[in-house]
């Protein structure tokens, strides 16, 4: 699955070529301030972070996808999207055709995952086609303690919070998640201090599930339920 459209948005298999606005979003403190990390120090800790990326997509066929914003001549609602038929849970369904208030710092991805380098040829170089990047998110395999999970993670550009994007990205990713890969569990790990992620999870159908103490920060682990 390369791409995947929403009713605003443009889901893509990361490239390398996407390699500066990765920089952008996650050298920005504003988008990192829930992240134990913190922000990337330069760009060659990005490169590493998209490399990991375009690995897992290849490895395990699911990953973060770049989201880019749908041509307004695109951008409109599908009748499939207004029946509901995507499989997305039902809250989830109408929490991706409403456009809430939430912001979109971001949620979810683990220290490690930035660790992982890319080996092998094939991914593209040249950035994907389409509208304006908003930011990155998607689902990943994980460990959580000793289980493997697909993670739940988003980070946006500032100027792109409070539009409800978030949501629109965390649906269609529960969906595709629940639809390939329905034995794993998705989760998402949010820091106490999150409250609008938190807020994003309730609302896409997640529910909480346990408090951990994660990279010395608690944190809230959201389930996704059956439907």
Known sequence: MDVLRTERLELRRPVIGDIAEVYAVHADPETSRHHPSGPDADEQASRVRLQGWIADWRERGIGYWTVRARPLQEAVETPAARAGESG??????????????????????????????????????????????????????????????????YRFRPSAWGRGYAPEMAAAALAVGRERFPGVPIVAIIRDSNLPSLKVAERIGMRHDRTITYVGTNSHVFLLGSS
């Open 88 to 153: 997305t849970p039902a809250r989830a369904r109408a929490t991706a055709a409403r456009r809430t208030t939430e912001d979109a710092r971001g949620i979810g991805e683990h220290p490690g995952s930035r660790d992982r380098m890319l080996s092998g040829r094939g991914e593209e170089a040249a950035p994907g086609a389409g509208g304006e990047v908003l930011g990155f998110g998607g689902l990943r395999f994980h460990e959580l303690e000793g289980e493997e999970v697909l993670n739940l993670y």
